[in-house]
């Protein structure tokens, strides 16, 4: 089992920065891959950003979010962080840590909400 729980979330005003932390425990070994996925009311829930534990593959974003979100890890606190930029409204959302292990199971978080003003 891994359990995730996302951090950092709040209120912004557009332009500003914020940055989520993901901090995972359990079964760490068993993790392959972490991303971040958000949910605005009423649509689905999107992929921004993962990254590959180990190895030397480049992370992953949305083309919405490149250039203003890093993506990263800090294993001396075993989270991974999503490091924000520039926000925008349209940013507005929940957004969820996911961990998924080298046999495919999938973990979520609870979530943690970002609100950007204009």
């Known amino acids: 089992q891994v359990q995730l729980v996302e951090s950092g979330g709040g209120r912004v005003q557009a332009g500003g920065s914020l940055t989520l932390s993901c901090a995972a425990s359990g079964m760490l070994f068993s993790i392959r891959v972490v991303g971040w996925y958000r949910q605005a009311p009423g649509t689905q829930r999107e992929l921004v950003a993962t990254?590959?534990?180990?190895?030397?593959?480049?992370?992953n974003y949305a083309d919405s979010v490149k250039g203003r979100f890093t993506i990263y890890r800090n294993n001396a606190k075993n989270t991974v962080n999503l490091e924000m930029h520039n926000l925008r409204p349209d940013d507005t959302a929940v957004y969820y840590c996911?961990?998924?292990?080298?046999?495919?199971?999938?973990?979520w978080g609870q979530g943690t909400q970002v609100t950007v003003s204009s």
């Open positions: 996911n961990a998924q292990t080298a046999t495919s199971r999938r973990y």
């Open positions: 990254i590959v534990l180990g190895g030397d593959a480049s992370p």
